[in-house]
Antibody, heavy 124, light 105 residues
Framework: QVQFVQSGAEVKKPGASVKVSCKAS????????LHWVRQAPGQSLEWMGW????????KYSQKFQARVTITTDTSATTAYMELSSLRSEDTAIYYC?????????????????WGQGTTVTVSS | EIVLTQSPGTLSLSPGERATLSCRTS???????LTWYQQKPGQPPRLLIY???SRAPGIPDRFSGSGSGTDFTLTISRLEPEDFAVYYC??????FGQGTRVEIK
């Protein structure tokens, strides 16, 4: 079955960087976009960006444009999200999710499979 | 700046009742690229509705989506105990609304 397994929880100091991995299995990795979404404690979901796993092209939210880098290793069917210059407000659960869902109703931008989430805590 | 506004923030209902959740966008969403997700505590979001009105596989038919342009609705015809959760709308696979919590009255 299609699944994502994300890397474990991280604790970082302000100003540091974090790199979260997302190992995909059960489908052709290069055929779907891969998104990163985060959720701060008690808050809504926040889209960070996505990567075309086939071409490597990326698109980032303006909010994170200067600090986030999304990459893939297609041979390892793994995506990565690196966030730099961390601050306390970056404390959140970070999810990877497969986009571009196509069903009987047609193709869409919907995200149909999600990773389990990686908790990143930024604290001095 | 595009904004998605969900209302109400919290909906207090009893099992068996009908839930109507609203999602309004500040700019028209073309092609029905409006998605609904359900999230329960400690879990990642789950895809419910894509293309504004198509149910994802395995989603019960008590869930339905409708709307076009800037006004969209998620309806749960008769709430089951497992439906009490937070629901998010999303446009174009990017911006999310702030969510509607459906809680047991």
């Amino acid at each position: 079955q299609v699944q994502f397994v994300q890397s474990g929880a991280e604790v970082k100091k302000p100003g540091a960087s974090v790199k979260v991995s997302c190992k995909a299995s059960g489908y052709t990795f290069t055929s779907y976009p891969l998104h990163w979404v985060r959720q701060a404690p008690g808050q809504s979901l926040e889209w960070m960006g996505w990567i075309n796993a086939g071409s490597g092209n990326t698109k980032y939210s303006q909010k994170f444009q200067a600090r986030v880098t999304i990459t893939t290793d297609t041979s390892a069917t793994t995506a990565y999200m690196e966030l730099s210059s961390l601050r306390s407000e970056d404390t959140a659960i970070y999810y990877c999710a497969r986009g571009g869902y196509c069903g009987g109703g047609g193709c869409s931008f919907a995200m149909d499979v999600w990773g389990q989430g990686t908790t990143v805590t930024v604290s001095s | 700046e595009i904004v998605l506004t969900q209302s109400p923030g919290t909906l207090s209902l009893s099992p068996g009742e009908r839930a109507t959740l609203s999602c309004r966008t500040s700019q028209s969403v073309s092609g029905g690229y409006l998605t609904w997700y359900q999230q329960k505590p400690g879990q990642p979001p789950r895809l419910l509705i894509y293309g504004a009105s198509s149910r994802a596989p395995g989603i019960p038919d008590r869930f339905s989506g409708s709307g076009s342009g800037t006004d969209f609705t998620l309806t749960i015809s008769r709430l089951e105990p497992e439906d009490f959760a937070v629901y998010y709308c999303q446009q174009y696979g990017s911006l999310f609304g702030q969510g509607t919590r459906v809680e047991i009255k």
